[in-house]
C-alpha cells in the first residue's frame, strides 16, 4: 500500500532501550518530523510487521534498526528483510552503539543500506536525527511500489 502526498510514510523504530527510545523521540519530535513513528521494541515485533505489510498498511520510508535486540537479533531482522522480495528495498539503517567491526562488516554483507552508531550526546544525537530525516525522508528517492 502507498502513503498518499497528505501522509508520508511512518519510520520503524527497531530499540528495545527505554532511555535510547525515549532519546530518540524526543530528537525527532524537536526536528517536528512529519512522519509518524511506529516502535518495535524486540526483534520479534519487528518481524512481526511484515504480516502487517502484506496484509495492507503502510510501509515505511526507513527502518532504524539496534542490532543487541531481545527475542531476535538486528542482524536477524535484517536478514529476514533482505531476503524478503517483497520488502527487501525498504531502507535499513543500523543505529547502535556497538562499534564491533564484525557487526558493521554482517551489516553490509546482509545488504544494511546505512550504519551509524549512537551518539550519546543529546545535542549530537538531535543532529543525527535531522540528518536521517532530511536524508531518508524527504531526499532520497523510493521506487513507486516497493
Request: a negative charge; hydrophobic letters at 40%; one cysteine or more.
Amino acid at each position: 500500500m502507498m502513503s498518499t502526498p497528505l501522509q508520508p510514510p511512518p519510520i520503524l523504530l527497531v530499540e528495545d532501550n527505554p532511555m535510547d527510545l525515549d532519546l530518540t523521540l524526543r530528537a525527532f519530535s524537536r526536528k517536528r518530523l512529519t512522519n509518524h513513528v511506529q516502535i518495535a521494541r524486540d526483534g520479534e515485533e519487528a518481524l512481526a510487521y511484515m504480516g502487517r505489510w502484506a496484509a495492507g498498511e503502510p510501509l515505511p520510508a526507513v527502518i532504524l534498526l539496534d542490532i543487541n535486540l531481545p527475542k531476535v537479533s538486528g542482524l536477524e531482522v535484517l536478514r529476514q528483510l533482505k531476503d524478503s522480495e517483497q520488502f527487501r528495498r525498504i531502507p535499513v539503517v543500523i543505529l547502535t552503539s556497538s562499534r564491533e567491526d564484525r557487526d558493521l562488516a554482517q551489516a553490509y554483507d546482509l545488504g544494511v543500506n546505512s550504519y551509524i552508531e549512537k551518539p550519546v550526546n543529546f545535542n549530537k544525537f538531535m543532529e543525527v536525527a535531522e540528518q536521517i530525516e532530511l536524508y531518508w525522508c524527504v531526499l532520497n528517492e523510493r521506487p513507486s511500489r516497493f
